[in-house]
């Protein structure tokens, strides 16, 4: 979608260039911002959910501003906000995400888990492309947890701070403590 519809002048043509390929929904807006849903039916299977697209309005024009894609894990938006980060205003989408995992539970036998996650994703609107930090995240097999960290965000002039205690984290939760946003001052 990316390349197929990236830009158009009003909201009504952008959801018309989506429904040629997929099928949108709108899930989320702000002012200036709105979050899409699509979907696709792949040949006689059931609908397929492709992930979300954010689209913010820019210079009387529709354009990407923000993209997730789900390689086949379950998620669920749970927040769009706008977001000023040193001296630049942009998107900050929250998903939750759950994926099959396998874990190394005494170096030598691998188990079947599920790692939970809660990704922070910060869009500037200038391209599709969003870091994120991690501020949660858990790997549990049979129930019970094998992995855990939980972080809070703190801001600078572009970057996110994710602080938290990694003690427990392990390799499948130790998330980056740093994330720079790369936005460009306007």
């Known amino acids: 979608m990316v390349r197929k519809c ?3 002048k009003t909201w009504n043509l952008v959801m018309s260039c989506l429904a040629q390929h ?23 299977g059931p609908m397929t ?24 894990g379950e998620y669920a938006v ?3 906000s706008t977001v000023t980060i040193g001296k630049r205003t942009g998107y900050r989408l929250d998903i939750g995400q759950a994926t ?45 947890a094998w992995y855990v960290f939980r972080g809070t965000l703190g801001f600078e002039d572009n970057a996110v701070n994710v602080i938290g205690d990694r003690g427990r984290a392990g390799q499948q939760c130790n998330v980056g403590q740093k994330v720079y946003l790369g936005w460009v001052n306007r």
């Open 22 to 44: 997929a099928t949108p929904k709108l899930s989320r807006e702000v002012k200036g911002a709105k979050l899409v849903t699509l979907w696709s039916k792949g040949g006689t």
């Open 49 to 72: 959910d492709n992930g979300v697209l954010l689209y913010i309005e820019r210079n009387g024009q529709w354009q990407i501003g923000g993209r997730f894609e789900t390689y086949g």
């Open 78 to 80: 749970l927040g769009l």
């Open 100 to 144: 099959p995992v396998t874990v190394m539970v005494d170096a030598i036998s691998p188990v079947q888990g599920t790692q939970r996650m809660r990704r922070s994703m910060f869009c500037s609107g200038d391209s599709y492309a969003c870091p994120e930090a991690i501020t949660s995240c858990d790997v549990s097999v049979n129930g019970n």
């Open 6 to 8: 990236p830009r158009a």
